[in-house]
Nanobody, 123 residues
Framework: VQLVESGGGLVQAGGSLRVSCAVS????????MGWFRQAPGKEREFVAGINWSGGNTYYADSVKGRFTISRDNAKNTVYLQMNSLKPEDTAVYYC?????????????????WGQGTQVTVSS
């Protein structure tokens, strides 16, 4: 299983960005997916998660109302739409595959990870 993130970049505060994660393999649609991020000098943290069907999503309080996670099972891809970006959103963003279909915010329950994509928000 390989996960490849794309779409990161530099954006001004208040702007928007969408990052994508393409996942190899035939079983993408049976697993929950998540997005995490790691800012310089900080631990990696949960951002958003989505269950296998896309019918259930959940977010960290810090991004609720600004970020939207979605998935396209026909394209084996999960997305993170980020609006109203703030400088504190600056981080490397990682997508990950959960070991089951429901998902959670616990990093230990994700067993496949991408290499990450840098998102930088300037003030």
């Amino acid at each position: 299983v390989q996960l490849v993130e794309s779409g990161g970049g530099l954006v001004q505060a208040g702007g928007s960005l969408r990052v994508s994660c393409a996942v190899s393999g035939r079983t993408f649609s049976t697993y929950a997916m998540g997005w995490f991020r790691q800012a310089p000098g900080k631990e990696r943290e949960f951002v958003a998660g989505i269950n296998w069907s896309g019918g259930n999503t959940y977010y960290a309080d810090s991004v609720k109302g600004r970020f939207t996670i979605s998935r396209d099972n026909a394209k084996n891809t999960v997305y993170l739409q980020m609006n109203s970006l703030k400088p504190e959103d600056t981080a490397v963003y990682y997508c990950a595959r959960h070991y089951g279909g429901g998902g959670s915010a616990a990093q230990s329950e994700y067993n496949y990870w991408g290499q990450g994509t840098q998102v930088t928000v300037s003030s």
